[in-house]
């Protein structure tokens, strides 16, 4: 709501951060205590979230803002996507050892794609 109000009072940089913020949180909205089916619901109605936050990021003329949110909001979609679907653990069977690198890889990008790309709670 905050990035969407904000947005509406042509308020970009404010809604940008709003719209950021909520980015941040989607793994939440997708948490892994839900079962699948409910999961991808979730997703499903939040998915445009980081082209809504890129879009006010552009509008406040800040595109590397605006490629950032949108690359996270995509990395954040297709990671919990990909944890629903259950591949990782047809992967286990097949390869246990390339299971645990692609985790290991995985919360790598996942940890810095929040510290390093500002993507934190504004202050």
Avoid: K
């Amino acid at each position: 709501m905050w990035g969407r109000r904000a947005a509406e009072d042509l308020d970009y940089r404010s809604a940008t951060e709003g719209f950021a913020l909520a980015v941040t949180l989607l793994p939440e909205i997708a948490w892994h205590g839900l079962d699948d089916s409910e999961r991808r619901h979730q997703l499903e109605l939040w998915g445009g979230l980081g082209t809504s936050a890129a879009a006010c990021a552009i509008s406040d003329r800040d595109a590397r803002r605006a490629t950032q949110l949108l690359e996270h909001g995509r990395a954040v979609m297709w990671t919990q996507l990909l944890q629903a679907r259950g591949e990782l653990g047809a992967l286990q069977d097949i390869s246990p050892d390339l299971a645990i690198r692609l985790t290991q890889i995985r919360n790598l990008l996942d940890s810095d794609a929040s510290a390093s790309l500002g993507l934190g709670i504004p202050s």
